[in-house]
């Protein structure tokens, strides 16, 4: 995340919990979707943007080992205060502050909207980094036409499609394993992939260009 972008939610911290930044804004199968996921990740698991912290607390309080990494300070003390039995810590996706390979598994839930198309590698390369091969991400995202920018709430968000951002997951060591869609009344169309650590050799970090 950008400081650009930080900035932005530090400025409506409070709204934004208000309005999205608890577990019980987000749907049943988001919830249940990401339960199931936990469950089935081995090892540490980091909640990379965690925001205000309700779904690092969501996988805690079911048995997760998670810790939350945030970029945006009010945030960081909303969740410290809120969820006091959580952990989180300042981070963000370009940086862990992990050992390689040391992870079963990242949630990126809607944390990577924000970084522009030709910046995306860097956050999937430092992912594929700390996440074990066998290892799994889960990535929240926006479903629509490729790299395609809109004007989101916070800030400019860009959309991705499934084949798009399961290509670009590829590129830097990861193999999709599930993929999701869904359209809410009266709300953009959003998606949800799970996609596997591969072994080193078959990963390559490129830049892309605007095609894919």
Request: glycine share 8%; net charge negative; hydrophobic share 40%.
């Amino acid at each position: 995340m950008s400081d650009v972008v930080s900035e932005a939610y530090a400025a409506r911290a409070a709204e934004y919990v208000e309005v999205v930044g608890m577990i019980e804004h987000a749907a049943e199968t988001d919830r249940a979707a990401l339960l199931a996921w936990a469950r089935s990740v081995d090892g540490p698991i980091i909640d990379v943007g965690c925001g205000p912290g309700q779904w690092t607390s969501f996988l805690h309080q079911a048995g997760a080992d998670v810790e939350g990494v945030e970029p945006v300070a009010a945030f960081l003390v909303h969740a410290r205060a809120r969820y006091p039995s959580s952990r989180c810590r300042a981070g963000r996706a370009e940086d862990l502050g992990v050992e390689d390979a040391s992870l079963g598994g990242v949630l990126a839930w809607f944390s990577l909207i924000h970084t522009h198309p030709d910046l995306l590698h860097q956050p999937l390369a430092e992912l594929a980094r700390c996440i074990r091969p066998g290892g799994t991400l889960a990535i929240g995202f926006f479903d629509g036409p490729a790299q395609e920018p809109f004007d989101h709430a916070v800030t400019t968000a860009y959309y991705w499609s499934v084949d798009a951002l399961s290509e670009r997951l590829e590129r830097a060591g990861f193999s999709v394993l599930d993929a999701r869609t869904r359209t809410d009344p009266g709300a953009r169309a959003q998606g949800l992939l799970v996609a596997q650590r591969q072994p080193s050799a078959g990963a390559t970090c490129v830049r892309s260009d605007s095609s894919t």
